[in-house]
């Protein structure tokens, strides 16, 4: 029943599927349920901002402001996830099952660490941290206490983004899909419910998402004791010694403090967009959706493609990890092209269904959201080059370069473009779609440069391997 490394049948079957398999193939096979649910998410979070605007123009508003203020929040989470994946596929291409299984335990017991402090240090003092973040008062009136629930459903989604992760690690995309698409499923369906017939506000849209997540954590809870093999959790497996903890910080530091940065900055961002009014934050955020049905694509590929390029490298694999980014390159660029042509032509039926609430068609917020996205949309196909070499550079656990493309994609291309703007230009609400388009297309190009001195590093290793393989 198992094989000599401690991994079951199944694990070893996608050990030697993601080290020799033809690399688009290997791409499509692992990343494609990854990119489908992505792309899925994005619609329901679009539907999702649909039943705000249902309730008012100012949920919406609420809603795009506190999502980055919780998007920064799960970055602690995200980045525990991403770091403990990266040395855990490592482990998993050398086949070390021993190191493997006391890092899937210790990336638990390390979640639930975070989670503890995240709710006892936010949930109590909800309305105070949104005032130290500058969030305006009214949105803090009307979403105060939909931001306690959230918090709440962040601190359950810190153990489901790392169990998630863990099963990235091993294949599991079409196992990820489901799952993730049942609590797309349920909390779509308890918002509708809530909004539509139970004519409930935005705490009950918190509480449907919270629901959701409830029943991913059941089920991970569940599962992990069940599993088999080196991926089963172990409590004896917990180790919090250095060389088992430290490695995982240190690659997981970079991706978290990025993943805050970037949402701090779009939260900076909101606040700097507040001076055209509050609508021009939700039309922002609508703009954001919508950009998603593109980039969410590059996303679920690059959540894929981090972990293979991993354990090839782990395998010492390095030519077939330039074969895998190349093809991973490709598609992202098509993605991104395609999705300027499509949206192009459905920029005026999407701002028609969004400027649409219960009560009245606000022309106002349409042509906002139209100003805004016909220019961030130029950024797709740039922003596929930079999702496609942040897996290169997560698979090589270069989180620091990560940290830096991210950061630098709001603090230099965004910040500080918006602010110049604003002050020198008469450009009104509009001059927030230009940042984002300056933004999207420089930090395209600095990723292709990041790429270059790596690309030449790993074909150096390229030639050793070649010369091991010849001795």
């Not at 690399?23 to 494609?32: G, H, I, W, Y």
């Not at 992505?38 to 100012?58: E, G, P, R, V, Y």
């Not at 599962?223 to 959790?233: I, L, N, Q, T």
């Not at 042509?367 to 130029?378: F, G, T």
């Amino acid at each position: 029943m198992w094989s000599m490394a401690g991994f079951s049948k199944d694990d070893e079957r996608f050990r030697a599927y993601a080290l020799s398999a033809p690399p688009l193939r290997a791409l499509v096979t692992v990343c494609a349920p990854l990119a489908l649910y992505q792309a899925l998410n994005t619609i329901f979070k679009i539907l999702d901002a649909l039943m705000a605007a249902h309730i008012s123009s100012s949920a919406v508003s609420a809603v795009s402001c506190l999502s980055q203020i919780t998007l920064m929040i799960n970055a602690l989470g995200a980045g525990l996830a991403v770091g403990g994946s990266i040395k855990i596929s490592e482990a998993y291409g050398r086949g070390d099952d021993g190191l493997m299984g006391r890092r899937v335990a210790s990336v638990y017991a390390m979640a639930g660490v975070v989670s503890a402090l995240v709710a006892v240090t936010l949930i109590p003092f909800a309305e105070p941290f949104l005032r130290l973040l500058q969030t305006p008062e009214e949105l803090i009136e009307t979403g105060a206490g939909y931001f306690r629930i959230e918090v709440l459903t962040l601190v359950v989604n810190f153990f489901n983004t790392v169990y998630i992760a863990i099963e990235r690690s091993r294949g599991h995309a079409g196992k990820i899909l489901a799952l993730n698409m049942a609590v797309i499923v349920v909390k779509l369906g308890l918002s509708a419910l809530f909004v539509y017939v139970l004519q409930g506000d935005l705490v009950l849209i918190a509480a449907a998402s919270l629901a959701g997540q409830l029943l991913l954590f059941g089920y991970a809870l569940f599962s992990m004791r069940r599993d088999k093999g080196a991926f089963r959790f172990s409590v004896k497996n917990i180790s919090w010694r250095r060389e088992i903890t430290l490695p995982i910080l240190d690659l997981s530091y970079p991706v978290a403090a990025e993943k805050m940065f970037f949402a701090a900055g779009k939260v900076i961002v909101n606040s700097m967009s507040g001076m055209y009014g509050s609508l021009t934050v939700g039309a922002l955020g609508i703009s954001n959706n919508i950009g998603g049905l593109t980039t969410s694509w590059h996303s679920g590929l690059q959540d894929g493609a981090a972990p293979l390029i991993s354990q090839n490298r782990g395998a010492g694999k390095y030519r077939r990890t330039l074969q895998l980014y190349f093809r991973l390159l490709a598609v992202d660029v098509a993605i991104g092209a395609l999705g300027i042509a499509l949206v192009s032509w459905g920029l005026p039926w999407l701002a028609d269904v969004f400027a649409q609430s219960k009560n009245s068609f606000d022309q106002g917020f349409r042509e906002q959201i139209i100003a805004i996205h016909r220019w961030e949309m130029l950024g797709y196909v740039t922003l596929g080059v930079n999702s496609a070499t942040l897996s290169l550079l997560l698979g090589y656990g270069k989180t620091k370069w990560t940290m830096f493309l991210n950061v630098s994609r709001v603090f230099v291309f965004r910040v500080p473009v918006l602010w110049l703007l604003q002050r020198f230009t008469s450009m009104g609400a509009e001059a927030v779609g230009v940042t984002m388009m300056v933004s999207n297309v420089c930090t395209g190009l600095t990723a292709a440069v990041v790429a270059i001195p790596l690309i030449r590093d790993i074909r150096r290793l390229c030639l050793t391997e070649e010369q091991a393989g010849g001795e």
